[in-house]
């Protein structure tokens, strides 16, 4: 019996040290604005704040209390479906928050992300946990669509990509991911766009 409560005692001790400035993903929110990002692998792709996409971050502890000074490169984005295959250039060095958290546990992320590929959907990632939301915690899909003129996704914008685009341009069958505005159409603006990074890698 005593085994049973000093090993109760015990849990009750690493779960309340564990508790407090622990990051939980349940905890912490993430949210931001609709809309349409390019990117590149080169990082001179579409701000986010550009793009009315801003992201903002709140990071809390198990508890629901903000943790500050978690620190800006500890933050990154990914594609919410894998099968989109949106790929970053530098892993979580390719999208951070613009600072620390303050004392609020509140940071955004606003710059461009250095990345190839193609997602319909980014979720944020602070220190290799996904931010989640809802009582079953699951990811936060913010709606941010990413379109990259490395359209393959193997971080260089080459013959190859050029390749996809110009099968995707008309009359060729439209094909989201060579709509790099997202205006539903491709055109001259797309093009110019791909021109535009033309060579580009990490
Ligand atoms: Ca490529
Ligand atoms: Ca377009």
């Not at 692998?41 to 801003?54: C, F, M, N, R």
Request: net charge negative; aromatic share 6%; glycine share 12%.
């Amino acid at each position: 019996m005593f085994k049973v409560l000093s090993l109760a005692a015990a849990l009750l001790l690493v779960a309340g040290v564990a508790f407090g400035g622990i990051i939980d993903p349940c905890q912490s929110t993430a949210t931001s604005g609709s809309g349409c990002v390019l990117v590149c692998p080169a990082g001179d792709g579409d701000q986010l704040s550009a793009k009315g996409v801003t992201i903002s971050i709140e990071i809390n502890d198990g508890a629901g209390d903000p943790i500050a000074g978690v620190p800006a490169t500890d933050f990154w984005v990914v594609d919410c479906d894998p099968a989109l295959d949106m790929v970053l250039c530098g892993g979580s060095a390719s999208s951070n928050a613009t600072a620390a958290t303050d004392e609020n546990g509140q940071t955004t992320m606003e710059g461009d992300i250095a990345a190839g590929g193609c997602a319909d959907g980014l979720s944020v990632v602070v220190q290799g946990f996904v931010i989640e939301e809802g009582v079953s915690c699951t990811p936060v899909c913010l709606d941010i669509d990413i379109r990259s003129p490395d359209m393959n996704g193997d971080l260089a914008v080459n013959l190859l990509d050029f390749a996809l685009f110009g099968g995707a341009y008309p009359p060729n069958a439209y094909a989201k991911c060579a709509d790099f505005n997202c205006d539903a159409a491709i055109n001259l603006q797309d093009f110019s766009a791909f021109g535009l990074h033309y060579n580009h890698d990490c």
